[in-house]
C-alpha cells in the first residue's frame, strides 16, 4: 500500500535548470541547494538498460515535500523529447523491491528502476498507474543522508 505521507518531493524535467529555479524561487520565495550533476546515469527499463548522459540536479530547501528540478542533457530516461512539466512524486520507502512488486501486482507498469526486477529493483524505480498518469518514484531510505548532504538541508516529510 502507497503511505502518501511519505512523499518527499515533486519533480519536474525542465530544459534550463538556471532559468528554472530563478522562476521558481522569485514567486513563491524558495530557495535551491547548489546543483549537482550526474553523468552517465543508467536504469534498467523493460525495453532495456537506458544510460542518460548527463543530469544536472537541485532540490528546493524548503519541505516538507520538496520541488526537485531535473535539466537532462538529450537521451535517456529523462529527455526532454517527451512531455516535460511535473515528471514524478517521490516516496520514501524501507522496501523498494517489495512496494514496486505489489504494486506490479496491482497493475501499476515499472518505467525504470536502477537494477531489473530479477535483482529487486535497487535503491529506487519508477512506477506508472494503471491507465496512465504521474511516475510514482520509490526511493530507499538508505540514500537519504546522501541527499541531505547534497541539499544541504534535512528532506522533510513524514518517514518511518
Known amino acids: 500500500m502507497i503511505d502518501y505521507r511519505r512523499i518527499f518531493q515533486v519533480c519536474m524535467v525542465v530544459p534550463d535548470l538556471d532559468a528554472a529555479t530563478r522562476a521558481m524561487g522569485g514567486p513563491s520565495g524558495q530557495t535551491f541547494a547548489n546543483p549537482w550533476t550526474y553523468d552517465n546515469l543508467v536504469y534498467w527499463t523493460p525495453r532495456g538498460v537506458v544510460t542518460t548522459p548527463r543530469i544536472r540536479v537541485t532540490y528546493s530547501h524548503q519541505g516538507p515535500q520538496h520541488v526537485e528540478l531535473i535539466e537532462p542533457s538529450p537521451g535517456g530516461f529523462f529527455d526532454l523529447s517527451t512531455p516535460h512539466g511535473l515528471h514524478h512524486v517521490g516516496l520514501w520507502s524501507d ?66
Open 95 to 160: 522496501t523498494v523491491g517489495t512496494e514496486t512488486a505489489a504494486l506490479v501486482a496491482q497493475g501499476w507498469t515499472v518505467e525504470a528502476a536502477a537494477v531489473s526486477p530479477d535483482e529487486g529493483y535497487g535503491r529506487v524505480s519508477f512506477v506508472r498507474p494503471p491507465g496512465g498518469g504521474t511516475l510514482l518514484e520509490i526511493v530507499s531510505t538508505q540514500i537519504r543522508p546522501l541527499m541531505q548532504g547534497r541539499v544541504g538541508k534535512p528532506l522533510d516529510g513524514v518517514t518511518a
